[in-house]
Each structure stands twice: as structure tokens, then as C-alpha cells.
């Protein structure tokens, strides 16, 4: 009996459920078709024609711009400053250029100028003035041509000497004999020697060149270290006329 009552009493709330949802829903569509019927009478125009989507079309551009009216230009205006009243003349005034007249000097002027003189400072800050500079005059150059030493005259004999030699005897001006002197001897072909007098004694001063080859022509000169000529060159004939078969060739120097 009871579980008669459970199903009357589910079947009459599955009922009502029912048409609940059955008003509810025709409740809803009536909503939605009066919504859907409020768009078309907006979206529609009221001749009835088919909607035609409006686009805003931008106004057309002028081509050509108007001419703007030009008004009167104002006029320049020039500020002009009064130059003040002064005793000097202006500066932009030029001199005149002096006249001269055919037969007349032009005036000169002569300058002087002033000793040159220089002050001192010293430590106690008590300034004086000394007198002009001395100079000391530079020694006169030595004049062209001029040497350390001059030669004597070739002597060209036979028999007096080792060999084939030049040789010879450097002095000073009271004729001693000077050591360690530099001679340089060169023949026309280029090939150069080098001897320095003796210092030993009995050989102080003297110097000595072995000779030999074939004839030809050799120059002898005196020296300093780095090689620049302190004498004149003098010329040594080699087996060569008037001096053949002579093979002392003696050639003695001075100093000046």
C-alpha cells in the first residue's frame, strides 16, 4: 500500500516537472522570437528594399589649393647708431697717399738702435744691468789650398833603400821628427795603403811603402784618423819615364 503511494506521489511530481518545463519553454521562445523580430524592423529600411551595407566615402581632395592672398610685406627698417662724438678721427678714414715731384727727394728717417744690455736677477732680488756682451771674435777659417804639412821634392835614387820603396821623414817646423803620423798611399787604379811614421828611436818620424807590379803612377798624402787629406798629394812615378830601374823614391814632409 505504501509503495503504491511512492509511485503516485513520483509520477505526479514527474508531471508537474513536466509542464513547468513545457510553459517555461514556450515562455522562452515567445522572448527570443519578440527579440529577433525588434533587430529585423531596425535592420530593415522603411521602403522594404534590401539592406544595402552604407560605407562612408571620404569627401574628394581639392586638386589645386587656393592662392593665399598675399597682404602687404612689411619694409625693412635699418637701425642706424650715431657713432660717438669723440676728439679722434673715424676709423674707416684713410690716410691720402703722399705726392711726390720729379726733382725733389723724398725725406728719409734714420733709426738708432739701442744697445743691447742684459739684466740680472740675483738672490737678494737687487736687479743690475751689466754692460753689452763681449764676442769673442770666431778664428778666420783656413783659406783653400792651405794644409798641415808641404812635401819636399821627389827624390828618386838607386840603391839606398832595402828595396822598392817610398819612403821618407815627417818634422815639425824646427825639423823633429814626429811618431804616429798617418800616410796614405794610392795608386791610379784605386788600390790604397796605409802606414804611420815610426816612434822606436832612431827611427822616429820615418815611414816606409814596399812597392811593386807594373808601371804606374801613385799619390801619397798625409792624413788625420778619418781619412782627410793634411797635406798636398804628391805624385810617385812607378817604373816610368825619366825614373825607371830607381826604386827609392824618397819624399820628406814639414810641418807648416
Known amino acids: 500500500m505504501q509503495r503504491n503511494l511512492y509511485i503516485a ?16 519553454g514556450r515562455v522562452l521562445l515567445q522572448r527570443l522570437q519578440s527579440d529577433f523580430t525588434a533587430r529585423d524592423e531596425v535592420a530593415t529600411p522603411a521602403t522594404g528594399g534590401t539592406p544595402v551595407a552604407q560605407i562612408d566615402t571620404p569627401a574628394p581632395l ?5 592662392a593665399a592672398t598675399e597682404g602687404p610685406r612689411p619694409t625693412a627698417t635699418i637701425l642706424v647708431v650715431p657713432a660717438p662724438v669723440t676728439d679722434q678721427p673715424p676709423l674707416l678714414q684713410t690716410t691720402p697717399e703722399p705726392t711726390w715731384t720729379a726733382g725733389v727727394a723724398l725725406p728719409t728717417t734714420d733709426f738708432t738702435l739701442p744697445t743691447a744690455t ?20 770666431l778664428p778666420s777659417a783656413t783659406p783653400v789650398g792651405s794644409f798641415l804639412f808641404t812635401a819636399r821634392p821627389v827624390r828618386y835614387t838607386s840603391g839606398d ?3 822598392t820603396y817610398a819612403l821618407g821623414i815627417v818634422a815639425d817646423r824646427s825639423n823633429n821628427p814626429l811618431p804616429n803620423i798617418r800616410l796614405n798611399l794610392v795608386d791610379e787604379f784605386g788600390n790604397a795603403a796605409t802606414a804611420m811614421t815610426k816612434p822606436g828611436p832612431g827611427d822616429t818620424g ?33 817604373e816610368l819615364a825619366p825614373q825607371e830601374g830607381k826604386g827609392c823614391r824618397w819624399v820628406d814632409w814639414r810641418r807648416n
Open 9 to 24: 506521489l513520483f509520477v505526479l511530481i514527474l508531471l508537474i516537472a513536466c509542464i513547468g518545463g513545457f510553459i517555461g
Open 62 to 66: 581639392p586638386t589645386e589649393l587656393p
Open 118 to 137: 742684459v739684466e740680472f736677477l740675483p738672490i737678494d732680488g737687487t736687479p743690475f744691468v751689466t754692460d753689452t756682451f763681449g764676442l769673442t771674435p
Open 161 to 163: 833603400c832595402p828595396g
Open 206 to 238: 820615418r815611414y816606409d811603402f814596399p812597392m811593386s807590379g807594373p808601371p804606374r803612377r801613385f799619390y801619397l798624402t798625409i792624413v788625420d784618423e778619418g781619412g782627410r787629406a793634411l797635406s798636398p798629394r804628391v805624385e810617385i812615378l812607378h
